[in-house]
């Protein structure tokens, strides 16, 4: 059973950073590239960062520069350090496999940026 269960959000002034982390099951790790997606309320869920089983990242345009995802495949762990938060990133945060499949959603962990 594919488990993702992240951690780390919670309430931050605009400008502010946080480290999220997600552990993921060893079964998707470490050939599968990973995501960071978020939801904010009201708008559709959508990719944050991308990494290979190589490292290689990609960026959404509203954050790049701001944020950076790495990964520890010893460990089983996807991070996604933010900073210079803005309001904008408020949202729950997701991680999951890049391509899919999509069998399960974890939690998520809640990011909110107060202005």
């Known amino acids: 059973q594919v488990q993702l269960v992240e951690s780390g959000g919670g309430l931050v002034q605009a400008g502010g950073s946080l480290r999220l982390s997600c552990v993921a099951s060893g079964s998707i790790f470490s050939i599968n590239a990973m995501g960071w997606f978020r939801q904010a309320p009201g708008k559709q869920r959508e990719l944050v960062a991308g990494?290979?089983?190589?490292?290689?990242?990609n960026y959404a345009a509203s954050v790049k520069g701001r944020f950076t995802i790495s990964r520890d495949n010893a460990k089983n762990t996807l991070y996604l350090q933010m900073n210079s938060l803005t309001p904008e990133d408020t949202a729950v945060y997701y991680c999951?496999?890049?391509?899919?499949?999509?069998?399960?959603w974890g939690q998520g962990t809640q990011v909110t940026v107060s202005s």
């Open positions: 990494i290979s089983s190589g490292g290689s990242t």
């Open positions: 999951n496999r890049y391509f899919g499949p999509y069998d399960y």
